[in-house]
Structure formats: C-alpha cells, structure tokens
C-alpha cells in the first residue's frame, strides 16, 4: 500500500506562476486534507475535503484552491504564486474528521519554493 | 474555537532522562487529543491518541480536563526519540478535522 502519494516533491516557482500540488490516496479514505509547514508555526490547515464532493476552508486558505477529483484524489492548486507561499505542503487522508478520532495519514511532504 | 499550544520550540534532554513535552489546548466540547511525531527524512505518523491510552515507544500522554492538557511522557530518553512532536485536537463531535499545536523538537544528547 502506498498510502497518501503526492507530487511534485520538490518544485522551484516564479512569482506569479501557477501550479498544482497533486494528492491520491489508496486507503479508501473518506477525508482529505492539506497542511502547509513553516518553521515556528508548525502544520497549519489550508482546505479539507471531508468527504467526496465538499470542501471547506482551513485556517489559511488564502491564495489557495482545492479540487476534490473523486474519492481517492485532492489537489490542490497556486493561481499566482508568491514568496509567502514558500513552504512544506503536506497531504493527508482520514476515513473521517473528528467523531471517534480516526487516524490521519500523511504524505511524505511537497518542497516548494516561491522566488 | 480549537487551540492547541506547545509552549517549548525546542526541548534537549540527556539520554536516560526524563522527558515531558507540553501540551495544553482551548476546546469548548468534548476533545479527542493525539500526539504526531515527524523522524528525520519520515513522514508525519500518529504516536498516540488519548483514547487508546496505550504506550507507543515508551511514551504515554495522559488527558487532564481540568487542566486542559495532554503532556507526553517518556521515564529515559533515547537517542531516536529525537524528532519533532506535535499535538493535535479534534472535537469528538461533529466534522473538525485536526488542529496542530506549533511543536516541539526533542532533541537527546547522548
């Protein structure tokens, strides 16, 4: 099992550029998820997709959006890139949100740098 | 609203110490608590929640309602505990998904 897949893993961006961060989980998960990850201000919550077909807005959505293409894939996509969006971007799966604390599922992580 | 607060950055112990990270959080209703670990070079992976109450690795983490927290414990460090720990909070009802605190690096010195 692969679990939580997600690309590019590395990717350098221009200001202004666009560009989407692809997720697929093979868990049968019902709840996705994205987080971004900077120093000193730990996993903070962008978009989630608690179920196919929905997805709301997390802590910092700004400059962000989500696609939820079916069950297994997320995505989530930079319209005009800047220098803030500079981060660690990390995908990940539940079989549900919150309720009986369901175990989330991490991806290995998305490097992308804005210059 | 969810908060969760890890109030050390960084926290360095000596190997066959014993380590505490912090953890306090703000939720109205009824929480479910976890703590994430992150290795060197690995991704993100659940350590332990509260209501398993279980021992992962040597560690245990103990819900305290009227604290609000949910510190991680382990009685003697060792050297591949070091990593990155983060605590997360989700409410037990209704859909929330996690909210992670800021984390704290452990760091043991052998």
């Known amino acids: 099992n692969a679990g939580v897949t997600q690309t590019p893993k590395f990717q350098v961006l221009k200001t202004g550029q666009s560009m989407t961060l692809q997720c697929a989980q093979d868990m049968n998960h019902n709840s996705m998820y994205w987080y971004r990850q900077d120093p000193g201000m730990g996993l903070r919550l962008i978009y989630y997709s608690a179920s196919e077909g929905t997805t709301d807005k997390g802590e910092v959505p700004n400059g962000y959006n989500v696609s939820r293409l079916n069950k297994r894939e997320f995505s989530l996509r930079l319209e005009s890139a800047a220098p803030s969006q500079t981060s660690v971007y990390f995908c990940?799966?539940?079989?549900?949100?919150?309720?009986?604390?369901?175990?989330?599922?991490f991806g290995e992580g998305s490097w992308l740098t804005v210059v | 609203a969810q908060r969760v607060t890890q109030p050390e950055k960084l926290l360095s112990v000596f190997k066959g110490a014993p380590v505490e990270l912090k953890c306090n959080y703000s939720y109205s209703g009824s929480p479910e608590l976890f703590w994430y670990v992150q290795y060197s070079r690995q991704r993100l992976q659940l350590l332990l929640r509260h209501i398993s109450r279980e021992s992962i690795k040597g560690f245990t983490a103990d819900l305290n309602k009227g604290e609000t927290s949910f510190h991680l414990k382990k009685p003697f460090a060792q050297e591949e505990d070091s990593a990155m720990y983060y605590c997360?909070?989700?409410?037990?009802?209704?859909?929330?998904?996690?909210?992670f605190g800021k984390g704290t690096r452990l760091s043991v010195i052998a």
């Open positions: 990940a799966s539940s079989e549900g949100t919150g309720g009986d604390g369901n175990t989330i599922y």
């Open positions: 997360a909070l989700s409410g037990y009802s209704g859909n929330t998904p996690l909210v």
